[in-house]
């Protein structure tokens, strides 16, 4: 069973930054799409940011572009989201996926508060 694993959530200000990884061991990472997803409270789930697996092109959602940034380490099978000029509507668990493998993390809590 595939495990992907989050980290680098936490409390942070408005205004301030945060560095979310995504360990993936087990598959062919470097062979599939990644994504970052977020769920706030009483909201629907959304796509945050993507990466592809060539050339890492990426997506993000309107709410976070010039914000954050997704990037990937193929030899480390690991993902990344750097958040930067976090809002408070930014708060929510980051979730880790896979999603042509269907593979989700635990997810990992962002608050950003003062």
């Known amino acids: 069973q595939v495990q992907l694993v989050e980290s680098g959530g936490g409390l942070v200000q408005p205004g301030g930054s945060l560095r979310l990884s995504c360990a993936a061991p087990?598959?062919?990472?470097?062979?599939?799409?990644m994504s970052w997803y977020r769920q706030a409270p009483g909201k629907e789930r959304e796509l945050v940011a993507r990466?592809?697996?060539?050339?890492?092109?990426?997506n993000y959602a309107d709410s976070v572009k010039g914000r954050f940034t997704i990037s990937r380490d193929n030899a480390k099978n690991t993902v990344y989201l750097e958040m930067n000029s976090l809002k408070p509507e930014d708060t929510a668990v980051y979730y880790c996926?896979?999603?042509?493998?269907?593979?989700w993390g635990q997810g990992t809590q962002v608050t950003v508060s003062s």
């Open positions: 087990g598959f062919t990472f470097s062979r599939y799409a």
């Open positions: 996926v896979c999603a042509l493998r269907g593979y």
């Open positions: 990466i592809s697996t060539d050339y890492g092109s990426t």
